[in-house]
């Protein structure tokens, strides 16, 4: 970076909100670090390109901490060169930042439980990623979804249009397949118990899973809807640090809920979305909501021990490993529902290790699958994950995570590993007993 | 004893400790001024996960090397920082208990177990300047006050070792040095990386709630690592 005292506007503005972002537990994690050097072999970059420090949490940290020192820090203000403290001064200083925040770290917070001193590497990170994006540098592809999200109201940039039509096909062949005319998906019905939330890639790339789930709903008779607006459950917010995006994001989909008075909110597989709605919505968005949320792993779960559905294991009949996503292990707490959901509907599960909380990443998280400018770095760091995949000797890996459907597929075409990659809703829909359809049955 | 000797472990002493207090009170201050983030969400994860229990478990952590990867795995690390710490608590114990209760260094069983602790935590502190120069990771992450804090402590270290019998029969200079290198701590540690221990708190207590909050803390499963 350069030392030159003029400052570029965008620069300026940079440090002027630099100021704003900051907070207690923020500033707390921007002091504590040691440089112990601990975190640095939890990170899978690290780990994929062994002798390139450019690569350690800590170091990664350390392009955010400078700033801090120099502008915040009563030492780095005075002696800067003792505390290696550094402003930002140009627009090219700004960029060679965003190669370290966005291309380097994918936000999956390993480190920051690795941390001794409980540095929260991942939040400040997010908080630099959203200083960039105010002044308008980010990857191409993080600016495009999110101009999506903003204008269209999904980040896929899906229209209403193509949105309802792939539900009304969905339910068609769902009627079909079920042979019941009242089944399919209820559109905007007012007062239900379940207003179910999706990611824009199911309407896209993946319509199986709306289908899968439509189907757990239909046999577990739950009363439930779909919204014809503000249906997408992901934020890219969360990838893009922008508070703002991430609060109206949020806000639209419980307004939405609110509008039908939903009781509940259930989201779909995916790890970011389960985040950004369940767990840092309200908090971006500075509203408290009056209905439940839940991830649609705890509500198949629950209609599985309730009896309301019932479940033929030996219908899924390959050996199966489960992929954390970081956001529900590492940020939600979301890890043993899966596990015990995925024993009832396989008979062949193999544990990946390390696992839950520890898991690495898909490296396909923290909108890295949007920025086709670090393809090449994340795939080549993405051994780490083929090595753990390999290891568990199965055949399908299941995830409840979007993202990590196309983090996983990418990198076991990359590895040849032959890996088939699955959610849970597509086992438990495909192990769900149909009264006509009975084979077997679980006591 | 000298009238240097004196000074430094009285008079300068003081001085230096209400330095450091009036420092660290307004570095506190400066912390506290931040606005603490709030999360309005419900709870997730498991019953047994919860805001407190996930500060107290944050905040155990240390002394639970099992409990993160980091530790788990680095075992001669985890005991190096261990020595090292207690190193530093027995050396600040010296620094009070030479002026002010000299009678238990009369002890020759209490001098012996200082001097082991003491003279641990030196060597370990030699290792840790050799673990900082030779890898190539925390080179990168190195500035300045990481080799200076580190060197410090170790030649403090060494100090403090040679003034455990607190003795003057060869001459009072380790115990004057050990005093004015004591009373340099007290007014630089706060402007150092060493001042983390009053961040230590902060930093775990804010990663405690928020991942307690979120059902990830306590943790239950240490899973086996077999890359």
Redesign the interface.
């Known amino acids: 970076m350069s030392d030159s005292p003029a400052r570029s506007q965008k620069a300026q503005k940079v440090l002027e909100r630099f100021a704003k972002k900051l907070n207690r537990q923020m500033v707390g994690s921007l002091l504590a670090c040691v440089h112990c050097g601990m975190c640095t072999d939890a990170c899978h970059y690290v780990l994929a390109n062994p002798g390139d420090p450019t690569f350690a949490p800590a170091y990664k940290a350390d392009q955010v901490r400078r700033i801090f020192k120099r502008h915040f820090d009563w030492t780095g203000r005075v002696f800067p060169w003792w505390v290696k403290a550094k402003s930002v001064y140009s627009d090219d200083d700004l960029e060679q930042l965003k190669d370290i925040i966005f291309g380097k770290c994918t936000n999956c917070r390993r480190c920051s439980i690795n941390c001794p001193m409980g540095v929260d590497f991942a939040t400040f990170n997010r908080m630099a990623r959203g200083l960039l994006v105010s002044v308008g540098v980010m990857p191409e592809g993080v600016a495009v979804a999110s101009k999506d999200q903003w204008e269209l109201g999904n980040q896929m940039g899906v229209l209403r249009e193509d949105y309802l039509e792939t539900l009304d096909w969905v339910s068609e062949e769902l009627r079909q397949e079920l042979g019941d005319p009242n089944a399919g998906i209820p559109i905007d019905v007012m007062n239900c118990d379940v207003v179910y939330a999706i990611n824009p890639r199911e309407i896209k790339y993946d319509p199986r899973t709306i289908a899968d789930a439509a189907k757990i709903f239909h046999l577990a008779g739950e009363n439930w809807t779909m919204p014809s607006e503000g249906w997408d459950m992901t934020n890219f917010g969360l990838f893009s640090g922008d508070d703002d995006l991430g609060g109206a994001v949020a806000r639209r989909l419980y307004d939405k809920v609110e509008e039908l008075r939903g009781k509940k909110l259930v989201i779909s597989e995916c790890g970011h979305g389960y985040r950004s709605t369940r767990c840092e919505g309200q908090n971006w968005g500075g509203v408290d909501v009056d209905f439940e949320m839940e991830s649609s792993v705890i509500t198949m779960l629950c209609y599985i021990k309730e009896g309301r559905i019932r479940i033929d294991p030996f219908k899924n009949n390959k050996s199966y490993t489960y992929h954390d996503s970081c956001n529900n292990a590492r940020s939600c707490g979301l890890f043993e529902e899966p596990r015990e959901l995925l024993q009832i509907v396989c008979n062949d599960f193999r544990e990946m290790y390390p696992n839950r909380a520890e898991n690495y990443c898909c490296t396909g998280g923290g909108g890295a699958m949007s920025m086709s400018e670090y393809s090449a770095q994340r795939l080549k760091s993405a051994k780490i994950k083929a090595d753990q995949l390999k290891a568990t000797g199965a055949k399908v890996v299941v995830t409840s995570c979007h993202n990590c459907v196309d983090g996983l597929t990418d990198l076991i075409r990359y590895y040849k590993l032959g890996m088939e990659v699955m959610q849970l809703v597509n086992l438990v829909a495909n192990a769900a007993i149909v009264k006509e359809k009975v084979t077997a049955a679980l006591p | 004893m000298s009238g240097l000797l004196h000074f430094s472990e009285h008079t300068l002493q003081e001085a230096a400790l209400i330095f450091m207090a009036i420092v660290y009170t307004l570095r506190l201050r400066w912390?506290?001024r931040?606005?603490?983030?709030?999360?309005?969400?419900?709870p997730?994860?498991?019953p047994e996960?919860s805001k407190a229990r996930g500060i107290i478990y944050?905040w155990a952590?240390?002394a639970m090397p099992w409990a993160?990867?980091?530790?788990r795995?680095?075992v001669f690390?985890y005991v190096q920082?261990v020595v090292f710490h207690l190193g530093v608590a027995a050396s600040i114990a010296l620094s009070f208990i030479i002026p002010y209760v000299p009678k238990l260094l009369e002890l020759s069983f209490f001098v012996r177990i200082f001097q082991i602790i003491i003279g641990t935590a030196f060597l370990v502190g030699i290792l840790r300047i050799i673990r900082r120069v030779k890898?190539?990771?925390?080179?990168?992450?190195?500035?300045?006050?990481?080799y200076f804090s580190l060197a410090l402590l170790t030649s403090w270290f060494f100090l403090a070792f040679l003034s455990v019998p607190n003795s003057t029969a060869g001459g009072e200079w380790h115990l004057i040095a050990f005093f004015l290198l004591t009373a340099f701590f007290l007014i630089y540690v706060p402007?150092?990386?060493i001042s983390?221990y009053l961040?230590?708190p902060?930093?775990?207590?804010?990663?405690?709630k928020?991942?307690g909050h979120?059902?990830?803390y306590p943790?239950k499963?240490f899973?086996?690592?077999?890359?």
Request: glycine share 6%; charged share 25%.
């Open positions: 912390l506290l931040f606005k603490a983030g709030r999360e309005r969400q419900a997730t994860g498991l996960t944050s952590n240390i993160m990867e980091s530790t795995t680095k690390v920082f890898s190539v990771y925390l080179r990168a992450i190195s500035a300045p006050d990481d402007f150092s990386k983390h961040y230590y902060f930093a775990r207590y804010y990663f405690g928020t991942m979120r059902g990830v943790i499963h899973p086996e690592i077999r890359r």
